[in-house]
Structures are given as C-alpha cells and as structure tokens.
C-alpha cells in the first residue's frame, strides 16, 4: 500500500550468550501505515521491547539482528552504516525508552540534551535550538522555566514528557513509545496518552505504543500486534481483536483484563508462566498453556495465516 510507512520482514534479533542463544525476536513481520497508532502487546520476555529497539538499530550486545529486513521510506535500515543511522534516529524515528530516568544524563540539565539532540541532526545554532527546546516543552506541558533543571529535579510524570519532548523535536515520522507509562499514576497515565494522540494528529506521525496493558491499547490504538515468546502470534483491527480474537493467547489476555463494571468478578489469570527462551518448546510456544492444544501443536511449528487483513498463528485455522 502506498500510505506504508514501515516494514518489517521476517525479523529475527538474538542474543548470544555463554553456551545458548536466546531468539527474542524469532522471523517477525508486521507494517506500521502512515498516521496511525500500532498497539504491540505481550507478557513480559515476550520480545517487544527487543523488537522497538530492533527497529533504531539500538539492540544492546550481546544481541544482534542477524536477518530480516526494517524498510521506512524505502530504505533498509539494516543496510545502513552507523553514521547514516545517526541521520535515522531521531528525525525520522524518534524513541521514547521505557525509563526515562536511566536514559536521561543525571550530570546534565535536560535543556541542554534536547539541545544536543536537535544541534547533532540539523544545521542551527545553539540559541534557535534553545528556541526549538522551549517551544517542544510547552507543547507537552513542562513550563519552559524548567528547561535549566537536571532529571531528579522533575516528577515522573514531568520526566516522561521531557523524553516525549526530546522524542518528537525533530517531528519524526514515526515514534516508537516502550511503555511510556510504566510506573505513572492513572492520571498522569492519561494525560501522557493524550499528549501523545493529541501529537500523533497534530504532526501527522505514526505511533508504535509498546506495552503489556492490551485493555489501553483497545482503548488508544488503530490496529494491534500480539507476540507471544519471540513471535507475532496475532495482528488485527482493535474492533477484530477485541471483539473476535482467533489466537487462544489472544483470548485469554482479553479474559484477563479486569471489567471495573462488574462489583463481583473472578479474575482469570493465563494458567502457566512463559517459556524459558533459552530452550523453547517444540512446535508452537504456547501449546503448554493453551486449553485448545492439538496434537500436532507440540511438534510442528504452526505457519502464519493472512486473510482479510488479519494475521493468526495458529494450526486452529487455516487446515
């Protein structure tokens, strides 16, 4: 489609350790289109965030992306040399990491990173891109006297627009968010999930909202991608999903989300705990937690399923 602005084909990021090696990302594919939000969901280890990280070329050692291939605006980014990514990142992929806390220089005021970052991508001076800086952090509601104070100086919700605002300077077209509201209040919870629609429409970006919680996902996003022990067992439309899941594992993580409607409720938590990614299991990876296992579902590798638009990875479908 023409309004594609991200590609990822067949994908496969793994780490290399003493004696194993783990495949976090295992032949991923998904596409990201222009001006929409992408929810990418799945249990802790299940290899989202090594993926979002994949994406900006950003996997920490020992990992590695040994194939596939990450296409935005016709480029291969696993092609591309060090120095052409630096011209990526941040211009036209900008990332919000999971702890702004650790990301940010606790030695520097945050003014001067998002100086940095806006003066080592284009060509201006220091005094318009101080400019630039005052103006992205009263767009994400930080008030522009606080652009002197150094991280332990602002809350965490306050940290959490800082790296918003560091993200989305440079006005890229796509803007990777690794649980951008992990360890925030509900209401700050909200606000920064507004904040973020509210500059996905304005700047006209696409959105990649990594994250465990599907119920915010439903609520947020355009489309859902599920990934379960290092493959992509699920993509749909938030109505599909939500309405008509086709993986078990999607179907049980709708069951588990609480309904605050209902004053008594049994809350259904998945049975199990995930594989342990240095030996998975055989065949498919959740065939030990899942309540419709056939018996081919312990030996053979189930084949991805396209049609209509939906993507299942499941033997259930497709004969």
């Not at 959490?160 to 649980?179: S, W, Y």
Request: proline content about 7%; hydrophobic content about 40%; some cysteine.
């Amino acid at each position: 489609m023409s309004d594609m602005l991200l590609e990822v084909g067949n994908l496969k990021t793994y780490y290399f350790t003493h004696g194993s090696v783990i495949k976090a990302v295992d032949d991923v594919s998904l596409e990201i289109y222009k001006r929409e939000m992408v929810g990418l969901v799945g249990e802790s280890g299940s290899g989202k965030s090594t993926l979002g990280l994949s994406i900006i070329r950003l996997v920490p050692p020992p990992g590695k992306v040994v194939d596939g291939k990450i296409i935005i605006d016709g480029e291969d980014l696993l092609k591309l040399r060090d120095k052409e990514l630096r011209r990526i990142r941040g211009k036209k992929i900008g990332m919000i990491f999971q702890d702004p806390l650790t990301c940010l220089d606790p030695l520097r005021r945050v003014g001067d990173q998002i100086i940095e970052s806006i003066t080592s991508h284009i060509k201006v001076d220091k005094e318009t891109a101080r400019e630039m800086a005052l103006k992205v952090f009263e767009r994400v509601g930080i008030s522009p006297e606080r652009i002197d104070d150094y991280p332990h100086q602002l809350s965490g919700g306050m940290r959490q627009r800082a790296m918003i605002a560091m993200a989305v300077v440079l006005n890229p077209k796509l803007l990777i968010a690794d649980e951008p509201t992990t360890a925030l209040d509900v209401v700050v919870q909200s606000r920064i999930m507004d904040l973020l629609e509210d500059l996905k429409n304005e700047r006209k970006m696409s959105i990649l909202l990594i994250t465990h919680d599907l119920a915010l996902v439903i609520e947020r996003c355009d489309r859902v991608v599920i990934m379960y022990a290092g493959k992509v067992c699920e993509i749909g439309s938030v109505e599909e999903i939500s309405n008509e899941p086709l993986h078990p594992y999607t179907k049980l993580l709708i069951e588990s989300i609480p309904n605050v409607e209902k004053t008594q409720m049994e809350l259904k938590p998945i049975p199990g705990t995930p594989p342990d990614m240095r030996n998975p299991p055989l065949g498919c990876r959740f065939w030990p937690r899942c309540p419709y296992a056939l018996d081919k579902c312990r030996s053979v590798e189930p084949r991805i399923l396209e049609t209509d638009n939906r993507v299942v990875l499941c033997h259930l479908y497709g004969g």
